[in-house]
Each structure stands twice: as C-alpha cells, then as structure tokens.
C-alpha cells in the first residue's frame, strides 16, 4: 500500500480506523473515528466514506458508523477462533445450567485474552467481561491457564510486564505470578480471587491440544465467597468434550 505524506500506509490508517471501536463504543461520527486514530479529517472522513461503500462500515440514517456486516461476514469465513466457539458451545451451555453464573470462553490474541463467547443467568453476579472484549492474561483466570499452559516464549514476555492493576488483588509482583503459574499447571485449573473486580472469583480451566497447550480458555465467574469445587469439575467435563469436538474431523 502507498504511503500517506505522514509516512504511514493505507493499511496502518484502515486499522486505526476499525480499531476505534470496542465493546463499548460501537457508534461514533467519522470525526470522533479520525480524532481517536489520530487522522486528519479530511483524511478520516475519506477513508471512513471507502469503508462505507465497501461494506466494511455501515452509516445510519443519522450518520453515524458503526461496524458492517461484511466485515464480519469476512471475518467468520474459516475462522480458527469460530471452530472453537462452535465446539465449545454446547459443553458452555451445560456448564452454565448447572452453575447458574456467568461462562466464557477465550482465546490468546496478541497477549491478551480474547472473549469468544458469554453465556449468563438473569441473577448472576457482576462481570466486566464482553463478547469480543480482551484481558490482560495476569488479570484473569482466562488468562492464567493460557498463559501457564502456553510457550516459554509468551510467559517470559508477559512477566517482563509490566503488568497493570485491575483491581486491588491483580497480581503485578512478576515473582509471585511466576508462583501462581506453576500453581496452575500443577493443578490444572485456575482461581483468580478479586483479580478484576473485588466481588468476583474467576475460575478457569484450559482446553488444551494433543500437545498439552492451550489452545482456548473455559472460565465461570462466581461470587467471591462461593465455593469453587464444584465449578472446576463442571469445567473439565465441558473442556474434556471441547477437546473431544475439536480432534473430531472438521
């Protein structure tokens, strides 16, 4: 792609673009889209307009831009990371008729953990966590287990930090999270006690491959005085089938 007079390619300016929207900001004006990637106007508008002709954007009647189907329609099209919600789909919804909390899967996404899937009861607890939203992995039982069953090579980066403060009890002492890691694979599940809110306990488990990595996370959030037990063994049946789906012939 031809670079802008900035110095910066079609490409760069498209991904700024579509990076601007997040869980919670799904609308915005083409001037707020430009002003938080950090392009002119002249240039956001240009390229927000492409987009929109493209299918990528959509523009309501108001003109506003949000997210377009087609991008998601590409974005599904032999997804790795689809696959993986398909299959663990059903043992999800096992494990949250039983437990009656919330229950996620994610995935590892550039360092972080990805959110594939949520599944809630009308009364379950408080829960930050949104489909398509990202956690850092210290900072998450999701986290924990792909990052204690993942490469030499991600944890090292990972406790070279640094590591933000989600709430009071997140770990960011890189000693002790190297100690919680070795506690996970000993274990094989993980327990992550006020780690991003103070009145939750995340609890998760890894789907693991042939190899023993982790290729996807199984968590349930719980209140933080409940009892764990019974939520880590519903998790291993529901990644024990998950893997059983996944090894299955495509």
Not at 40 to 57: C, E, I, N, Y
Not at 195 to 214: K, L, N, Q
Not at 221 to 250: F, G, W
């Amino acid at each position: 792609m031809a670079n802008s007079p900035s110095g910066d390619s079609v490409t760069d300016r498209i991904v700024r673009i579509l990076e601007t929207f997040t869980p919670t900001r799904t609308v915005q004006t083409a001037s707020d889209i430009g002003r938080r990637a950090g392009l002119p106007p002249s240039t956001a508008h240009r390229v927000v307009g492409d987009l929109v002709d493209a299918g990528l954007l959509d523009r309501d009647p108001e003109g506003r831009v949000r997210v377009g189907l087609r991008l998601w329609e590409l974005a599904t099209r032999s997804s790795h990371a689809l696959r993986v919600r398909q299959a663990a789909l059903p043992a999800m919804e096992r494990v949250q008729a039983r437990v009656r909390e919330h229950t996620q899967l994610a995935i590892l996404e550039q360092d972080e953990a990805l959110f594939l899937e949520r599944l809630s009861h009308p009364q379950a607890g408080a829960n930050i966590t949104r489909i398509a939203g990202r956690l850092p992995l210290h900072a998450a039982s999701s986290g924990l287990v792909l990052l204690a069953f993942g490469g030499p090579e991600l944890q090292e980066r990972i406790l070279a930090g640094p590591l933000r403060r989600v709430s009071p009890s997140t770990p960011t002492d890189p000693g002790a999270l190297r100690r919680t890691l070795a506690e996970v694979r000993r274990l094989g599940h993980a327990i992550a006690p006020g780690y991003i809110e103070e009145v939750s306990t995340g609890v998760a488990v890894p789907v693991r491959d042939r190899a023993g990595r982790a290729i996807a996370a199984l968590s349930v959030v719980l209140p933080r005085e409940a009892p764990t037990a019974p939520a880590v063994e519903e998790l291993r049946r529901a990644a024990r089938d998950v893997e059983t789906a996944l090894a299955a012939p495509a």
